[in-house]
T-cell receptor, first 114, second 113 residues
Framework: AQSVTQLDSHVSVSEGTPVLLRCNYS??????LFWYVQHPNKGLQLLLK??????LVKGINGFEAEFKKSETSFHLTKPSAHMSDAAEYFC????????????FGSGTRLSIRP | DADVTQTPRNRITKTGKRIMLECSQT?????MYWYRQDPGLGLRLIYY???????NKGEISDGYSVSRQAQAKFSLSLESAIPNQTALYFC????????????FGSGTRLTVV
């Protein structure tokens, strides 16, 4: 069975400081992992994805995430937060099996202080 | 045009009414999904379809039904709406096989009063 846990429901950082959004997963198979972002009153947008290639994945808007199998983690980072990064972020796990369903984390709301 | 289009964007309906949410996609993908989003719960899968003749229940299918009218169209129905179905509903599509990312619609905000 697969599951995903986002460890923080809310993260607040100052503009220009680093962002860390934490995600842990469990999966019986080799997982694919994704981060999605949802801005207020908008749909979901794919930030980045890991699909068994390089463990450090670079996404849009300066975000990146590192797949660490030993820690079953896929934390999202950005070196310097921007006001436009304020949004909700979802970590998602998908098993690479024929069922191919995905599980969403409960989301982390990122606030940026000026 | 958006890759995944959901209609309506917002709807307020009364308890007991039947309502249909529609979704169409121009990605040419076989797989389509309906999710609902509730605060603090992330997205939960209602139904999914791997092709026109393959429809499957998700984790929270009770009270919902779906219809896959064509490869590009996947509608979600609430036969008799109840207040705890108030939520934001997302339609999504993804390619078959592999582990391609999902493309989501902009969501339908449904309020049942």
């Amino acid at each position: 069975a697969q599951s995903v846990t986002q460890l923080d429901s809310h993260v607040s950082v100052s503009e220009g400081t680093p962002v860390l959004l934490r995600c842990n997963y469990s999966s019986s198979y080799s997982p694919s992992l994704f981060w999605y972002v949802q801005h207020p009153n908008k749909g979901l947008q794919l930030l980045l994805k890991y699909t068994s290639a390089a463990t450090l994945v670079k996404g849009i808007n300066g975000f990146e995430a590192e797949f660490k199998k030993s820690e079953t983690s896929f934390h999202l980072t950005k070196p310097s937060a921007h006001m436009s990064d304020a949004a909700e972020y979802f970590c998602v796990v998908s098993e690479n099996s024929s069922a191919s369903k995905i599980i969403f984390g409960s989301g982390t709301r990122l606030s940026i202080r000026p | 045009d958006a890759d995944v289009t959901q209609t309506p964007r917002n709807r307020i309906t009364k308890t007991g009414k039947r309502i249909m949410l529609e979704c169409s996609q121009t990605k040419g993908h076989d797989r389509m999904y309906w999710y609902r989003q509730d605060p603090g719960l992330g997205l939960r899968l209602i139904y999914y379809s791997f092709d026109v003749k393959d429809i499957n229940k998700g984790e929270i299918s009770d009270g919902y039904s779906v219809s896959r009218q064509a490869q590009a169209k996947f509608s979600l129905s609430l036969e008799s709406a109840i207040p705890n179905q108030t939520a934001l509903y997302f339609c999504a599509t993804r390619p078959s096989g592999g582990a391609g990312g999902y493309t989501f619609g902009s969501g339908t905000r449904l309020t049942v009063v």
